[in-house]
C-alpha cells in the first residue's frame, strides 16, 4: 500500500536533522531526487511531504535549495 508513511519518517528526520546539521539534512533530502521521475500518483503522494520541507521556517539555505530543485524539475 503506498500510504507515505516511508515519506512521512524521512522528512521528519530531515526537518529534525535539519536544525543540527544542515549539510546532512541537505544530503538526505537528495533520497526525494526520484521525485521528477515517478508516475502523477505517486508524485501526489511525495508532493506533501516535499512541501512540508520547504514551508519549515528557518529551513537551512542548503535544504531548502535541494528540495526546491526536486519540487521544480522541468524535464
Excluded at 506533501?48 to 514551508?55: A, M, Q
Amino acid at each position: 500500500m503506498k500510504d507515505g508513511s516511508g515519506y512521512s519518517l524521512l522528512t521528519d528526520f530531515i526537518l529534525h536533522i535539519d536544525s543540527i546539521n544542515p549539510h546532512t539534512a541537505a544530503r538526505m533530502s537528495g533520497a526525494f531526487k526520484l521525485f521528477p521521475k515517478l508516475n502523477q500518483e505517486s508524485q501526489a503522494i511525495m508532493r506533501p511531504f516535499l512541501e512540508k520541507i520547504l514551508s519549515q521556517e528557518g529551513l537551512s539555505k542548503n535544504t531548502e535549495e535541494i528540495v526546491d530543485k526536486i519540487l521544480n524539475y522541468h524535464n
